[in-house]
């Protein structure tokens, strides 16, 4: 029985490490979770503001846009 209780004593050191490193895994596979939710997001963000540039460009390119205007015509009256 003493061999035992010797045994379980040299295990605790490996075991000890080999759950530190099971507890850094799995705070590592959650961080990279979080982080591809965050580049998703991102580009979806992305992807929406790229639609609107788009759409903004075809409206500025579109014959119903209004035609330049000089600053000039822009001034108040009493100038």
């Known amino acids: 029985m003493?061999?035992?209780t010797r045994m379980d004593n040299d295990q605790d050191p490996i075991e000890r490490r080999l759950t530190a490193l099971e507890i850094k895994a799995s705070y590592g596979e959650d961080?990279?979770?979080?982080?591809?939710?965050?580049?998703?997001?991102?580009?979806?963000?992305?992807?929406q503001l790229l639609r609107e540039a788009a759409l903004w460009r075809q409206q500025a390119n579109s014959e119903d846009a209004p035609a330049a205007r000089s600053l000039r015509d822009e001034l108040p009256p009493h100038y």
Do not use: C, G
């Not at 961080?31 to 992807?47: G, P, T």
């Open 2 to 4: 003493a061999s035992n």
């Open 31 to 47: 961080l990279l979770d979080r982080l591809n939710e965050i580049v998703a997001r991102q580009q979806a963000q992305i992807d």
